[in-house]
């Protein structure tokens, strides 16, 4: 079995190879896990964190706007494909081009290219809650009605892939996913990173800014589950799908403050003081425009479960991320 990973040096694809090599559980057309022989990550970038060491693994570095070279990624050999490439939200609300071009047009590449294998290949294509408008609750019938460029993009690919599992020429599938807490690493330009970097920076001793009030939700996934979650949906069955292949995942929703409060109650008042207020009325102007909480049935009834609480994401985070330990 060859799989490719778009945007995979980043980090849920590198966390999602090492989880695909180290378990075989990816599942064939026939319903049987299947042996991976190859996994290739495709990046627009150098790997920031080290690639896995497994001679299984393959880096290719390119542009996935690049028809030729999508075109060369996902050939005849290729049976699975998750595509996380893309320009996440607040790149993408600031240059609408540059949006349009990699989330759009570089999705529309990889299920071209997939459907010139004659394979039909599955597609797991990763959406956002942001395709929803400002609903403060959202389930699995409620219309999109994006409110960025970032939530518009993603909700056309959600189109695009039932149109091209309709034709026959993949088996596609959506993962509509939560704001991903605490990402490790360094900030990155989603709009949504702070509610990592409120959590991650002040555990690893530095001081951190939040853009957004106290009041404000988010609804949160820990990088853990939604591993897992990728895997579910990848090996659901398609006829159980239907027509509609585009999942919600749920989460939880805390407030802002009530992160902050978890992170004193882990961690104790030296770190939690860490964080200092710093409003950005852009940032919370589309953190606004975002669901605070979903009730995802479908996702529910595959097994496709959250994460118990906030106290276990910052927990997860520490174990596994910082050998254990946090700076006091």
């Excluded at 239907?242 to 802002?256: E, H, K, Q, T």
Aim: glycine letters at 10%; proline letters at 5%; aromatic letters at 6%.
């Amino acid at each position: 079995m060859k799989v490719v990973i778009t945007g995979g040096t980043g980090m849920l694809g590198r966390r999602l190879a090492l989880r695909i090599l180290a378990r075989p559980e990816l599942e064939g057309p026939d319903g049987t896990a299947q042996n991976v022989e190859k996994v290739v990550l495709f990046d627009a970038f150098d790997p920031v964190e080290t690639p896995p060491e497994d001679p299984r693994v393959e880096i290719v570095t390119g542009d996935i706007c690049d028809r030729a070279t999508v075109d060369e990624l996902i050939d005849g050999a290729t049976d699975s494909v998750f595509h996380f490439a893309a320009v996440v939200s607040g790149g993408a609300e600031a240059d609408f081009d540059l949006g349009y071009a990699v989330n759009l047009d570089g999705g529309r590449n990889v299920l071209e290219a997939a459907r010139r294998t004659g394979r039909c290949p599955k597609i797991v294509f990763t959406s956002s809650l942001a395709v929803y408008g400002g609903e403060r609750s959202v389930d699995d019938s409620t219309a999109l009605t994006p409110q960025t460029s970032y939530g518009t993009q993603k909700a056309i690919g959600e189109l695009l892939v039932n149109d091209y599992t309709r034709k026959g020429f993949v088996d596609g599938r959506t993962l509509r996913l939560p704001t991903i807490v605490i990402r490790p690493g360094k900030p990155n330009a989603a709009a949504s990173g702070f509610a990592s970097s409120i959590l991650r920076e002040p555990l690893q001793g530095d001081e951190v800014g939040n853009p957004v009030t106290p009041e404000s939700r988010m609804l949160i996934l820990s990088p853990k589950r939604a591993v897992q979650a990728f895997i579910d949906i990848h090996n659901a069955d398609g006829a159980a799908l239907g027509m509609n292949r585009a999942l919600m995942m749920n989460g939880i929703s805390p407030m802002v403050s009530e992160m902050l409060d978890g992170l004193r109650r882990y961690a104790g008042d030296a770190v939690a003081d860490r964080v200092r207020s710093e409003p950005d009325a852009l940032i919370q102007e589309i953190v606004d425009g975002w669901a605070w909480f979903s009730d995802g049935a479908r996702a529910r009834a595959l097994g496709m479960e959250p994460d118990a609480s906030l106290q276990e994401i910052i927990e997860t985070f520490v174990n596994e991320e910082l050998d254990g330990s946090f700076v006091s």
